[in-house]
C-alpha cells in the first residue's frame, strides 16, 4: 500500500513538474552551430552566413549569384532586419571591380542580391524596399562576441 501510495506521489509530482515547464520552440540548426573547427561562422538568415577561415580575408559571405557576385570579404558591419539582410565590407570586389566601400542587401525570400558601390545607391534602395536609410549596423566582431556566448542571434540586443 505505501508502494502505490509513494508511486501516486511521484508520479504527481512528475506530472505537475512537467506541466509548468516552459518549452522552447524548436530552432533550426542553421541558427546554432558555431562552425568547424577551423573556422567560425555566424549565421544570418538560411542560407546566409558569415564565415572566417583567417584574421588577413576576415569575415566573408557567399551568395547565390543572383546579381552576378558569388560573395565578397573584409565584413566590418552587418544586421538582419525582418529577414533582410544588410553588409558593408571594404576592399574587395563588386560586380568584378575592385571597391573601397561596398554595401550589400540580401532578401532571401524574394531571392534579391544587390549591391551598392556607393552609399547613397544603399540608402536609396533602403528606401525603395521601406527600411530606414539609416539602419544601424553591428561591428562585425560585436556580432561574432555576442554569438560565442549566446545559443543563437538576437539582432536587437547586440551592441
Given at each position: 500500500m505505501k508502494c502505490v501510495l509513494l508511486y501516486s506521489l511521484l508520479i504527481?509530482?512528475?506530472?505537475?513538474?512537467?506541466?509548468?515547464?516552459?518549452?522552447?520552440?524548436a530552432v533550426d540548426d542553421f541558427y546554432t552551430e558555431k562552425g568547424e573547427w577551423d573556422s567560425?561562422?555566424?549565421p544570418l538568415v538560411k542560407p546566409y552566413e558569415a564565415i572566417i577561415v583567417?584574421?588577413?580575408?576576415?569575415?566573408?559571405m557567399n551568395l547565390v549569384g543572383v546579381d552576378g557576385d558569388t560573395g565578397f570579404f573584409h565584413i566590418k558591419k552587418a544586421?538582419?532586419?525582418?529577414?533582410?539582410?544588410?553588409?558593408?565590407?571594404e576592399n574587395?570586389?563588386?560586380?568584378?571591380?575592385?571597391?573601397?566601400?561596398?554595401?550589400y542587401?540580401?532578401?532571401?525570400?524574394?531571392?534579391?542580391?544587390?549591391?551598392f558601390s556607393t552609399h547613397k545607391q544603399y540608402t536609396d534602395?533602403?528606401?525603395?524596399?521601406?527600411?530606414p536609410k539609416e539602419t544601424p549596423l553591428h561591428d562585425i566582431e560585436a556580432i561574432a562576441?555576442?554569438?560565442e556566448y549566446h545559443d543563437t542571434i538576437d539582432w536587437k540586443e547586440i551592441h
Open positions: 504527481g509530482l512528475l506530472l505537475c513538474c512537467s506541466c509548468g515547464s516552459n518549452k522552447k520552440a567560425a561562422r555566424l583567417n584574421k588577413e580575408a576576415g569575415w566573408g544586421t538582419v532586419v525582418n529577414g533582410v539582410i544588410l553588409v558593408y565590407y574587395d570586389l563588386l560586380h568584378g571591380e575592385t571597391v573601397w566601400k561596398a554595401w542587401v540580401v532578401i532571401p525570400a524574394k531571392k534579391i542580391e544587390k549591391g534602395y533602403l528606401d525603395s524596399i521601406h527600411i562576441d555576442y554569438y
